[in-house]
């Protein structure tokens, strides 16, 4: 089709008002893209019906599918998840495997814009290669709950870091021609109780936080969909809540792309294509199938129903999606991918602590490698966004039945052990798998060093009781550090843990789940040849007592299942008496000091900070001289902290810079305009006091390394554009 000279909106218009009106409301569902029933294996009760539908014709596999209007040109939409990587939960689409980025919550904590984009690039590129033009991507719930089973699917605690990039993350997919979502809309910060609970707090809190994050990432990605949450949110389903659709998001927000559910998540038809749904995605109970008799009614606009399908069809041509069509079969540079992967995960990883073990040094003689599967591979997270990586997956499910099994943690097969043997020829390594404390601290005692790699796998629908390494393994990290101080402990998870053996080891790197070279990678920053530059994009508590939820609200050990499928809970609310100062706004308000606090991360040299300037009035402006002292070359994150008077300070911009051993640098830091802004619930807008702003030039959230206090004058923003 060409239509030049015709703007993507004519464009869109006039396809969808070339539809018949079933047309057009064939487009405001979309089923299931593939069945269960393809796995041929026996199907538990709990299973809902839309997955035990035979997989309908042109659809491919994934999560979601809606048939072409054909007539008037329009594609097919594949829905496909997620964040990193394209997802195939269970070999619903054989052979589909696709390179593995490490978690998001490690793209977080790479501090940089320019990779998410990266990695959304690759994403999308693969997506379209492989048929999908609809990515469930751009996971962005702030971490409210640190034992939340799908963290690392996000971007941590801060809605700046988070949103901004989630937005470069978005770009980078629609980059590629295939559209992408934000999820989820909003306030989902936990898997127990997902369907049911209600999600509450104050207006001024919520604008602050987890809607801020989504608003940033709206703004800098432009995200074609917006996915609603299953919880409710103040009282009212996230799928039929009219202050979160209607008056935020295509009110104040002037949003223009199209609100899809999630997966099972509406509850009427009326009411959420009122509050501002325009599509359900697959569920058994099909709401949306009373659309034609709603609009013969009278019930429904027909001028609402062209509204839905414009907001898809003008979407789906802003990303250039109806030019270039995705078809399976195109060619994808596994080599080229998996090295940037590996790229990626070496720049999310935090050092933690060092005594002076890291790197490796070339002198040991013979290090004991220790750790669960350690010699098989690395934990990929679970759940709808799980990616089976080039090569395959280990499953960890002895004796489990066929779904079980699929549904197990999963391992990429990068072994860390054969990567480590690689990058250290001359040592002598040995492997132990820890599962016995006595025989893993023998094996330690005979080497010179001990590299532990441990796992905490995280799978949708599960969370976590606390914050302790599973299998016994902080008694056996504990046991073997007594046995050899040097001790290095490779932390592959997605949440902060507890660490009790902190003061015995030598070295702690946390490696989040690291993706399809995640071996090499964790192997290149343990010997050197990649220096660390990763910064915690979460704060890591020194215990649940320092949380406002000593355990997950609604939490039950007995109903932790993969997706929570199947799993009844009785609705329950959730205050969230953090308001806006989650994470380390909540232990600068509590004056509580975490285990390692946000923005975190130790590198192989130092830096020292001077020369501070600052420029307030209209805007704040931050100068500061950053100095590589140490010995080696390095990376740093300075991180800019602002408090409005009265207020806990916020992250409000950061600079990322690379210096060689005594290099100096000065780097400018401008505050983002929006974090300077409180919201004002009774006057409904945004804006600041003239006043005193304090701040600091810091390596994290608890190391202020240069601080100041500047004037700003009042300003207030009408976010109604
Ligand atoms: C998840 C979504 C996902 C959808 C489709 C749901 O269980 O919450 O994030 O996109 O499934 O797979």
């Known amino acids: 089709m060409t239509e030049q000279g015709k703007t993507a909106e004519e464009r869109a218009a006039s396809i969808v008002d070339a539809m018949t009106l079933d047309e057009q409301i064939s487009l405001t569902k979309s089923m299931s893209g593939g069945s269960l029933l393809d796995l041929g294996i026996p199907l538990p009760s709990f299973i809902p019906e839309a997955m035990r539908q035979p997989k309908p014709d042109g659809a491919l596999g994934t999560a979601g599918f809606v048939p072409a209007v054909d007539r008037v040109g329009f594609p097919a939409l594949h829905l496909g998840d997620a964040s990193l990587g394209v997802a195939d939960i269970g070999y619903l689409r054989p052979g589909q495997e696709s390179t593995a980025l490490p978690a998001t919550l490690s793209l ?39 034992r939340n089973g799908r963290n690392f699917e996000y971007l941590g605690e801060d809605p700046l870091l988070a949103g901004v990039l989630v937005g470069e993350q978005i770009a980078g997919i629609q980059d590629r021609h295939v559209a992408s979502t934000i999820k989820h809309f909003t306030l989902n910060p ?12 104050g207006e001024a809190a919520l604008r602050e936080s987890d809607l801020l994050a989504f608003e940033i990432g709206i703004k800098r990605g432009k995200p074609a969909s917006i996915m609603c949450a299953y919880n409710k949110v103040n009282g009212a389903y996230a799928c039929e809540n009219e202050f979160l659709m209607r008056d935020v998001l295509k009110g104040d927000w002037q949003y223009s792309g199209w609100v899809m559910s999630d997966w099972g998540a509406v509850h009427s038809l009326k009411p959420s294509i009122d509050a501002g749904l325009d599509q359900q995605s697959p569920q058994d109970e099909d709401y949306f199938a009373g659309l034609p008799a709603a609009v013969k009614a009278g019930e429904i606009a027909p001028a609402r129903v062209r509204d839905m399908a414009l907001r898809i069809v003008r979407s789906m041509a802003l990303v250039g999606a109806l030019d270039h069509r995705a078809a399976p079969g195109g060619v994808i540079d596994r080599e080229a991918n998996s090295a940037k992967a590996q790229a990626m995960a070496e720049a999310g ?133 007594s046995a050899n101080r040097k001790t290095v402990v490779v932390l592959q998870t997605g949440n902060p843990v507890a660490m009790p053996w902190l003061g015995k080891v030598g070295a702690v790197l946390e490696a989040w789940f690291s993706g399809q070279r995640g071996g090499e990678a964790m192997a290149a920053i343990l010997n050197g040849k990649s220096a660390p530059q990763g910064r ?19 939490y039950d050990p007995a109903k932790q299942r993969p997706l929570g499928i199947g799993v009844k809970y009785d609705p329950f609310p959730i205050d969230y008496v953090e308001g806006s100062d989650i994470g380390y706004r909540w232990f600068e308000r509590t004056e509580a000091k975490p285990l390692f606090p946000f923005g975190y991360g130790l590198t192989y040299t130092r830096f020292d900070y001077g020369g501070l300037e600052f420029r307030g009035g209209k805007a704040l402006s931050v100068k500061a001289r950053i100095t590589n ?29 690379s210096l060689k051993p005594g290099e100096s640098r000065e780097v400018t830091i401008e505050a983002d305009p929006w974090l300077l802004l409180s919201y004002d619930e009774a006057g409904k807008n945004w804006g600041r006091p003239r006043g005193e702003y304090r701040f600091f030039v810091g390596k994290s959230a608890g190391e202020p390394m240069l601080t100041g206090s500047a004037v700003l004058t009042a300003a207030t923003e009408d976010r109604k554009r």
């Not at 040995?430 to 905490?456: M, N, P, T, W």
Request: charged residues 20%; aromatic residues 6%; negative net charge.
């Open 108 to 146: 977080a904590a790479t501090f940089d814009p320019a990779m998410a984009r990266e990695a959304g690039r690759l994403i999308g590129a693969e997506a379209f290669a492989k048929g999908i033009n609809v990515m469930l991507a751009g996971g962005v719930n702030l971490a409210r709950e640190l």
């Open 190 to 201: 936990q898997e127990s109780g997902r369907f049911v609970y209600d999600a509450r707090i």
């Open 349 to 481: 990883m935090v050092l933690l602590k060092n005594n002076g073990i890291l790197p490796l040094a070339s002198s040991a003689k013979s290090i004991a490698v220790i750790g669960r599967h350690a010699d098989k591979g690395v934990p990929i997270g679970g759940g709808s966004s799980q990616v089976i990586p080039w090569g395959g997956v280990y499953r960890d499910a002895p004796g489990a039945n066929p779904l079980s099994a699929l549904l197990a943690p999963s391992y990429g097969l990068s072994s860390p052990l054969k990567a480590l043997q690689a990058e250290l020829p001359g040592t002598a390594i040995s492997f132990d798998d820890g599962s016995d404390v006595a025989r893993a601290a023998e094996a330690a005692k005979k080497a010179d060093l001990v590299v532990i790699y441990a796992v905490k796998p995280e799978m949708e629908g599960i969370d976590h009781a606390d914050f302790s390494l599973p299998y016994g393994q902080d008694a056996m990290i504990d046991a073997v550090a």
């Open 536 to 554: 915690l994009p979460i704060s890591f508590p020194a215990g649940a007592e320092q949380l406002t939820q000593k355990a997950v609200v609604g």
């Open 629 to 657: 002292s140490g010995d080696r070359e390095g990376i740093e994150v300075a991180q800019l902290y602002v408090a409005p008077p009265g207020r806990t300070h916020r992250l409000a911009g950061w600079a990322k810079v």
